[in-house]
């Protein structure tokens, strides 16, 4: 099984910058972010694969970074320039070894953006 825990969410003014972490037990191969926010679906925010290929969500391309520590087995979400309305709980997920889905999750971490 692999657990994930989340750190390094909180409240920050519009414009200011997070750092989020997820660190992971157990073999993982893509690492994924997704977050929701209330009456809203969850969303698909960033992922890294254990070769450090990157995606992104539109709305988040330019200031977020997502990178990965694999010795570490971290993946961490830079939030820069952020926005009110990238208030949501921010959830780690992670494809183990050999699937083919995100099948682990972490608690989430609330990020909360004010303006």
């Known amino acids: 099984q692999v657990q994930l825990v989340e750190s390094g969410g909180g409240l920050v003014q519009a414009g200011g910058s997070l750092r989020l972490s997820c660190a992971a037990s157990g073999s993982t191969y893509v690492m994924g972010w997704f977050r929701q926010a209330p009456g809203k679906e969850r969303e698909f925010v960033a992922s890294?694969?254990?070769?450090?290929?990157?995606y992104y969500a539109d709305s988040v391309k330019g200031r977020f970074t997502i990178s990965r520590d694999n010795a570490k087995n971290t993946v961490y979400l830079q939030m820069n320039s952020l926005k009110p309305e990238d208030t949501a709980l921010y959830y780690c997920?992670?494809?183990?070894?050999?699937?083919?889905?995100?099948?682990?999750w972490g608690q989430g971490t609330q990020v909360t953006v004010s303006s």
């Open positions: 890294i694969n254990r070769s450090g290929t990157t």
């Open positions: 997920g992670a494809h183990a070894v050999g699937e083919y889905k995100y099948n682990y």
